[in-house]
């Protein structure tokens, strides 16, 4: 009898090549014990075991006010940020290799120690590495929109990650959105503006985030036509 395969878990990201460049591979030899934070895999390589643990003020070496971004990419716009703000710490979770030695690359050049780089779920991650109120803010900038509609399960917006997000956010915390595609940025709207324990901050569509740098995909976007949308949701006591 062949063995049972694990049942695929939903997730909401594609999985690219993880081919890296010769720049790439040198940064994450260097750099990966320093900046990235290696957790326990379940079935999959990028899931996280149940019964993973992460000391986050350990990890760090202080205890500070700590934001979680998911789907980091490059780092292109999580570096600049994380430098402009050193009082807090940072958790990115990234699960594309050459996008996180891209960003551990830059880590290492532009001396930004108050990040660390998580290749997994970050849906998985928030649930299983982090406590109730633990966290001061969670950023989802330009997720996959998964544009078609038998996929719109695997968006990573739903009532039930909004559930989760609220559950970590300390009261008052902040979760910032971006995308630059409409019929997300209204499914998340919905979503959001629906949800008991969320309030939207404008009340509409957020001004743009002045600290969120344009990195070259959202320029290139903006190139073509296509229009960001920003929303940013407090989590209510």
Request: aromatic share 10%; glycine share 8%; charged share 25%.
């Amino acid at each position: 009898m062949k063995p049972s395969r694990p049942q695929r878990t939903v997730v909401s990201f594609v999985r690219r090549s993880t081919r890296m460049n010769d720049s790439q591979q040198a940064a994450w030899d260097r750099y990966r014990d320093r900046f990235m934070v290696e957790v326990p895999a379940a079935d999959m390589d990028t899931s996280i075991a149940d019964d993973a643990h992460v000391d986050w003020d350990e990890v760090f070496g202080r205890r500070a006010p700590r934001i979680v971004e998911i789907g980091s990419g490059n780092g292109d716009s999580l570096v600049p940020m994380a430098k402009a703000r050193p009082v807090a710490d940072f958790v990115a979770f990234e699960v594309f290799p050459p996008g996180v030695a891209s960003t551990l690359g830059r880590l290492g050049r532009e001396q930004v120690g108050n990040v660390r780089i998580v290749p997994a779920n970050g849906a998985q991650g928030l649930a299983i590495l982090f406590d109730d109120a633990s966290l001061q803010e969670l950023w989802t900038f330009f997720a996959d929109p998964w544009r078609k509609a038998r996929h719109h399960k695997r968006r990573l917006v739903s009532t039930g990650f909004a559930d989760l997000a609220a559950a970590r956010l300390q009261p008052g915390g902040i979760w910032r959105l971006a995308t630059d595609w409409e019929d997300y940025a209204l499914w998340q709207r919905q979503t959001l503006d629906a949800h008991p324990r969320f309030e939207n901050i404008h009340g509409g569509w957020a001004p743009r985030y002045e600290e969120r740098p344009v990195t070259k995909y959202e320029a290139k976007g903006l190139v073509q036509g296509r229009r960001v949308f920003d929303l940013a949701y407090r989590r209510l006591p």
